[in-house]
Every structure is written in C-alpha cells, then in structure tokens.
C-alpha cells in the first residue's frame, strides 16, 4: 500500500487559496489520489480525485505532476466552514480480480480558517 | 446527508455487554465498509463486505462480529470490548465497477464509548 505524508496542520485566512501537498512516493501504477474533507463528528467527504496531471471541479482542483509522486489540492477563496481535517488517499484501483484496491487514510492535515 | 444512516449516534457500554451498530445506505451501493476512527490516529479499515461476502477483515479482533444480511445494511456486533475499543465508527458505501474508482460515501459514525 503507498503510504502517504501530509502536513499536519496548516493555517489560513479567509478569502485566501490554500495549498495542501502530499507527498507518495512509492505510489502504483493503477492508484488513483483522492482527497477527503472531515469535519468534526462526521465521516470524511469525497472532495477531489484524479490519476494524473490537474483535474478542477466546483469545490477545489488538483495538481499531480507527471512522476505522480505527490499531489496538491488547491482550496480557492476558503472561507470558515472550510475549517476541517483534509485526508490524501493513494490506492482504490480495480484489480482484475474480484475485490477493491482497500483505501488507506493517513493522519491528515488539520486547516484552520481565520477570520 | 449522504444517503448513509448509522444508529445508534452514541452508544455507552459496559466491558460485559453485547450490542450491535447498524448502518443502512439508500445509494444502491453494491460494497459496504466498518472503519474505526480512534482520538488522535488515522481512519483505520475493519471490515469490506462486496455483494454481502467478506471481502477483508483487517486482522480486527473477534470481539467485533460483522454482518451483512443484504448490500443495504451492515451491522458490527459487539462484545466483551475493553475501553481501548472506544472510538468513532464510521460505515461507508460505494458502487464497485470494474476500472474506476469507487468513490465511499461515509455515514455520520456512532462514538462509541466502552467503561
């Protein structure tokens, strides 16, 4: 299983983009990166995934590099409620036989939103 | 709301009890998961259940039962624990295909609390 290291707490201020890198170094071939969002007392929520080079949706982009040995989700203009636990997550492919790649989450990156 | 329901929300039990979580999804989803998630360490896979047979049960000890009667509900039953086991336990679903990835749709958790 790829192990992946994130930072663990990052700070910003509202209104601002924030920058999440995650580092995976021995990622394989079939993984694909996907991020979750955590608030408290909840289960964590699909954000982002993607396999190679930027992917965009309403919520946030990712940027992976051709070596594909780490990843950055971008968050633009956070606000408040975007306080919360951001996980990266390599693995998830189909294997060829029956039963799914199993998802590995990390200790994630705790984001604090000032006001 | 993610279409997946956990009761009871909080449970509080005694090291000699027996009792059970139930998780029911509304998605269709074909693949059912128990994670535990413990202060302060990662989300950590206990069980995978696909079309209603085990597919991986992560060396989790065997005070802790699963059980799927059919692809909607899952049920972790839950005996002679000890205080180390409490913890938030999330359940989660996704729709398995082959050659994509399959996205997990994460319950609210139960917190669960062993005295």
């Known amino acids: 299983l790829a192990k992946t290291t994130q930072p663990i707490s990052m700070d910003s201020y509202e209104g601002q983009e924030v920058n999440i890198t995650c580092s995976h170094n021995?990622?394989?071939?079939?993984?694909?990166i996907t991020w979750y969002q955590q608030f408290p007392s909840q289960g964590p929520r699909f954000i982002i995934q993607?396999?190679?080079t930027k992917v965009t949706n309403e919520v946030a982009s990712l940027f992976i590099p051709a070596d594909r040995k780490s990843s950055t989700l971008s968050l633009p203009r956070v606000s408040l409620s975007d306080t919360a636990v951001y996980y990266c997550l390599v693995g998830g492919g189909w294997r060829s036989n029956f039963g799914n790649e199993k998802l590995t989450f990390g200790t994630g990156t705790r984001l604090t939103i000032i006001p | 709301e993610t279409g997946v329901t956990q009761t009871p929300r909080h449970l509080v039990m005694g090291m000699t009890n027996k009792k059970s979580l139930k998780c029911e999804q509304h998605l269709g989803h074909n693949a059912m998961y128990w994670y535990k998630q413990s202060a302060k360490k990662p989300l950590e896979l206990m069980f995978v259940y696909n079309f209603k047979e085990q597919t991986e049960n992560n060396s989790v000890p065997s005070r802790f039962s699963p059980e799927c009667p059919n692809s909607s509900h899952l049920f972790l039953h839950l005996h002679t624990l000890q205080p180390e086991d409490s913890a938030l336990y999330l359940c989660?679903?996704?729709?398995?295909?082959?050659?994509?990835?399959?996205?997990?749709?994460f319950g609210p958790g139960t917190r669960l609390t062993v005295l």
């Open positions: 021995n990622i394989a071939t079939n993984d694909y």
């Open positions: 993607g396999y190679k």
């Open positions: 989660a679903s996704s729709e398995q295909r082959e050659h994509s990835y399959n996205e997990q749709f």
